[in-house]
Structure formats: structure tokens, C-alpha cells
Nanobody, 125 residues
């Protein structure tokens, strides 16, 4: 069974940067794509970014384009989310997701099979 473990969250001042990591463990890990989602306090979970696992295809939510960069290291079974110019509205729990389809590359979580436990990002103004 695949497990996803996120790390890298924390408290940061507005304008700062963070790099989130999501490492997969398990006997077999072969998603079609990986994604990052976030859930702010009192709000629904929303899509942030996605990347193909065997392609360089990426997709970003409009709200994060230009500030967030998703990348992956297949050898380490790890996907990253580099965040620049953090804003207070980026405060949320960030979740990693593994999708055996490529649906997450359109921003959907419909076919996500595995979720991480989340890592909290808090941005102070």
C-alpha cells in the first residue's frame, strides 16, 4: 500500500519562500500524475498544482501561477512544491495526492487514490 508523507510546512512571513516535499513509500508506486491541493481554514479543499509522473506536463491553479513550481524526483519517489512570494491567503494545509489517471492534471481530485496527511503552511502578514 502506498503512503504519501508531506513535509516542509511551517510559519513564514509574507514574501518568504518554502519548499514542500511529498515522499511516497510502498512496494509499488506508479501514479500517472501527482498533485498538490490545499485547504484553508473554513474553506473547501482546492487544487494547487499537478505534474505528470512520466512526462513534464504541469498544470497550475490560476491563483498560484508564477509563484508556485511543482517538480518531481522519480528516483526518490518525491514530488516538490516550491512556493515563492508567500501571501497570507496561502495559509492552508497542503496535501499531496497520487492519481492513477491523469485527471489531476486538469485540477480534479476525482480519481485521486492516495492522499497524504497534509502539512500546514502559515503565512504571517
Amino acid at each position: 500500500q502506498v503512503q504519501l508523507v508531506e513535509s516542509g510546512g511551517g510559519l513564514v512571513q509574507a514574501g518568504g519562500s518554502l519548499r514542500l516535499s511529498c515522499r511516497a513509500s510502498g512496494r509499488t508506486f506508479a501514479p500517472a500524475a501527482m498533485g498538490w491541493f490545499r485547504q484553508a481554514p473554513g474553506k473547501e479543499r482546492e487544487f494547487v498544482a499537478a505534474i505528470g509522473w512520466s512526462t513534464d506536463t504541469t498544470y497550475y491553479a490560476d491563483s498560484v501561477k508564477g509563484r508556485f513550481t511543482i517538480s518531481r524526483d522519480n528516483y526518490r519517489h518525491t514530488v516538490y512544491l516550491q512556493i515563492y512570494s508567500l501571501k497570507p491567503e496561502d495559509t492552508a494545509v497542503y496535501y499531496c495526492a497520487a492519481d492513477r489517471s491523469k485527471n489531476v492534471l486538469s485540477g480534479s481530485d476525482r480519481f485521486v487514490e492516495v492522499w497524504g496527511q497534509g502539512t500546514l503552511v502559515t503565512v504571517s502578514s
